[in-house]
Structure formats: C-alpha cells, structure tokens
C-alpha cells in the first residue's frame, strides 16, 4: 500500500510525501501525480522519510525524476544509494 500527500500544488513548488511501498501499480501512481505537477512547470519534492520499500520500476521512476530536477528529501541511506547506482 502506498499513501500520496500533496502539499503546495498551486505554489511554485509542490511537495509529494509518499507513505509505504513503491511497487507494481503504486509506481503508476506516482509517475501520474508527478507527472500532472511537473506539466504545469511547478518545481516538485519528493519526500521519501516514510518510504519502506522502492521496488526497481520504483527506482526508475526516481531516476528519470531526478534526471528532470526533482529534488528528493529524506531518503533512506538505502533508497539512496540506490537512486545513486
């Protein structure tokens, strides 16, 4: 299960708080709310302290992410390295 908290979309920037598992169709999930953010040119952070799992689509998802300016906050030692490989 994954929960998906939205704060600030009508600002400049948007913060995404993910609560759970990143996998299977909860990466879908994600990619469609980061995704209806970024088209309207908002800045997007992901907060990732409550993320107990990324599976690899999960971890692809990030990486393109990142590769388009999102910043990740409050990453797991693990998650990170990830992201980083």
Do not use: Y
């Amino acid at each position: 299960m994954l929960r998906i908290h939205i704060s600030d979309a009508a600002r400049e920037t948007a913060t995404i708080r993910l609560e759970g598992r990143v996998i299977g169709p909860w990466v879908d999930e994600v990619r469609r709310v980061c995704e209806g953010i970024l088209a309207h040119g908002t800045r997007l952070v992901l907060d990732l302290s409550a993320v107990v799992f990324v599976g690899q689509e999960g971890i692809e998802l990030f990486r393109a992410l990142r590769d388009r300016h999102v910043v990740f906050r409050n990453c797991s030692p693990f998650v990170g390295a990830q992201l980083k490989g």
